[in-house]
């Protein structure tokens, strides 16, 4: 059954990310080289196309007999019993490999995420562990080095979707998401314009997953181990946003030598690893919003837990927003739930601990970042309505209320809160009337349906009612009065303190000047601001108050 003479389908050239580098010390190559070649070996069994479920399974039960015995009839086991009697390591992360290939052997469909990352901390984790503990390093650099290999795992089953169907029957993208696609059939189809939503759903999920494993170089006592992770980084980085731009299902998504290149320079040159508050400056960086105008007046401890807070929002709110099904978005919540009560102790992500430090070092109040995820559980339906004023109001206090209190506090303004409670429910106004016909593709309806004489049916049949457009001008109308309010409230106060509150209500308070003066009946394509509304923002960031 061991095939005697084996050749392996892959070496380690062929492979999407480095093996045995040349950034990992000379003393420790051979050894990852003879992992390798052990796994290698392994995989390809699982995988063997002329062999049947019980060959395979019998077969890597004595590959698995081989590497204990280190029995010299099987050269790669024979190897890797070697470094295990040298280094103390490789045969228990090898045994974990074996038993996710046995279950690669019997089964081809995965029923929702927490299946498919199961897998991946059997099929990549222990890879990672290997290269660890191989160095010597601390249990410290698990937790992220994990991280890292579940999410090269996951790109690497995205690349291999179409593959992996058609000549392994196998598809590891979890049966819920392929039906948010339509179905596995329809998922496939080279027409399917349904499906870039769902794979950028799943690239959310890595990216996150590389967020958590920015820290690891850094905790590394190896200068050459961390020089591989900072590379390796780079190239999941480079990986995910290939995976964005183009479709997996149409071509091989691949990285390209010029991009293994410059990883290796960029870790052979830059070995310095992303602290936490380096990944959430790099959300607010990323999100284009008028708000981080404001954010410049802070001082620093202030702007850190300002990037701090706006990363978490951002984090929940693509949960939200996002085409994942929604039984896993709310598992995904359910995650931050769980990581938002750890900030009093040992948060695991990133954002979870740069919040946890801005709650310790402002005392903000954390049963608001519940209520901020209460807001986006009703996100997360299949079908969302408003039934009145009040469950709107409720709706408005959790989603954008919650950050206003969180902000005024921050900003050291407690005396602000009833103008925070106020903007919040006028820019989610605005949301919703800029976002309606994105939301009924959704079929998602926010404006209460009390001001449509309670009638339901699909979103795209209620905006078009003349009851509608009536409610929709009069909410322009209660926004318009929100900012009169939000004005009045303001001239009490110390608008210095709250100028990233403020900036972010005057671009709200063009936008809504913009969708008024276009009208309900003309609304073609998203209202957004123009180069002279950031203009003047960018103007009125720089004066003082």
């Known amino acids: 059954m061991l095939h005697p003479r084996y050749q392996p389908t892959k070496t380690p050239r062929d492979e999407n990310f480095p093996v045995a580098s040349l950034l990992l010390a000379r003393e420790h190559r051979g050894a990852v080289l003879a992992f390798y070649r052990y796994v290698r070996r392994a995989d390809d069994m699982a995988d063997a196309p002329d062999c049947t479920a019980d060959e395979k399974l019998a077969g890597l039960e004595q590959l698995h007999a081989a590497l204990v015995a280190g029995d010299s009839a099987v050269p790669e086991a024979a190897a890797l019993h070697a470094v295990q009697a040298r280094h103390g390591t490789g045969i228990e992360e090898a045994a974990m490999l074996l038993d996710a290939f046995r279950q690669d052997v019997v089964k081809a469909r995965y029923a929702d995420w927490s299946e498919l990352v199961d897998y991946c901390r059997r099929s990549a984790n222990p890879v990672g562990?290997?290269?660890?503990?191989?160095?010597?390093?601390?249990?410290?650099?698990?937790?992220?080095?994990?991280?890292?290999?579940?999410?090269?795992?996951?790109?690497?089953?995205?690349q291999d979707l179409r593959r992996d169907r058609e000549e392994l029957g196998r598809i590891y993208l979890p049966i819920?998401?392929?039906?948010?696609?339509?179905?596995e059939t329809a998922f496939f189809e080279p027409a399917n314009v349904a499906r870039?939503?769902?794979?950028?759903?799943?690239?959310?999920r890595v990216e996150a997953l590389v967020d958590t494993a920015r820290c690891l170089p850094g905790r590394l006592a190896s200068r050459q181990l961390g020089a591989q992770c900072e590379a390796?980084?780079?190239?999941?980085d480079r990986?995910?946003?290939?995976?964005r731009s183009a479709d997996p299902i149409l071509r091989r998504v691949e990285i390209g030598r010029t991009d293994a290149i410059r990883a290796f320079a960029r870790g052979l040159l830059r070995r310095r690893s992303r602290s936490d508050k380096d990944v959430t400056q790099t959300a607010v960086r990323r999100s284009g919003s008028s708000f981080r105008l404001g954010m410049r007046s802070l001082t620093a401890e202030r702007r850190r837990a300002i990037h701090a807070l706006y990363a978490f929002c951002r984090a929940v709110d693509d949960i939200a927003d996002g085409a994942a099904p929604p039984a896993e978005k709310r598992r995904f919540l359910s995650a931050w739930r769980h990581e938002i009560d750890r900030w009093q102790g040992s948060p695991e992500t990133p954002v979870g601990r740069e919040v946890a430090w801005a709650v310790r070092t402002f005392g903000l109040p954390v049963a608001e970042c519940h209520a901020l995820v209460d807001g986006m559980e009703t996100d997360c339906d299949e079908r969302v309505r408003v039934a009145d004023d009040a469950a709107f109001n409720l709706y408005a206090r959790r989603v954008a209320g919650s950050v206003g209190l969180l902000c005024v506090e921050t900003?050291?303004?407690w005396e602000a809160r009833d103008f925070a409670l106020g903007l919040g429910r006028t820019?989610?106004?605005?949301?919703v009337l800029r976002d309606v016909d994105e939301d009924a593709v959704q079929d998602r309806v926010y404006?209460?349906?009390?001001?449509?004489?309670?009638?339901?049916?699909?979103?795209?049949?209620?905006?078009?009612?003349?009851?509608?457009?009536?409610?929709?001008?009069?909410?322009?109308?209660?926004?318009?009065?929100?900012?009169?309010?939000?004005?009045?409230?303001?001239?009490?106060?110390?608008?210095?303190?709250?100028?990233?509150?403020?900036?972010?209500?005057?671009?709200?308070?063009r936008l809504l000047d913009r969708l008024v003066a276009r009208g309900w009946s003309a609304r073609q394509g998203r209202v957004g601001l123009t180069a002279g509304d950031r203009l003047q923002l960018l103007t009125l960031a720089m004066r003082t108050a």
């Not at 990986?239 to 995976?243: D, F, I, V, Y």
């Open 427 to 431: 820019l989610q106004l605005v949301n």
């Open 447 to 509: 404006v209460p349906l009390g001001r449509l004489g309670y009638r339901d049916a699909p979103a795209c049949e209620l905006i078009a009612d003349a009851r509608f457009a009536r409610a929709w001008r009069d909410l322009a109308e209660e926004a318009r009065a929100g900012f009169a309010a939000a004005d009045r409230e303001l001239a009490s106060l110390d608008a210095q303190r709250l100028k990233p509150a403020v900036l972010m209500m005057e671009s709200y308070r």
């Open 196 to 204: 870039r939503a769902v794979l950028d759903a799943a690239l959310d």
């Open 239 to 243: 990986w995910a946003m290939r995976l």
């Open 176 to 183: 819920p998401w392929l039906e948010r696609g339509g179905g």
């Open 129 to 158: 562990r290997f290269l660890l503990r191989l160095h010597g390093e601390s249990d410290v650099a698990f937790a992220p080095a994990d991280a890292l290999c579940t999410a090269l795992q996951i790109l690497n089953h995205l």
């Open 411 to 413: 900003f050291g303004a």
């Open 232 to 236: 390796t980084i780079v190239l999941a």
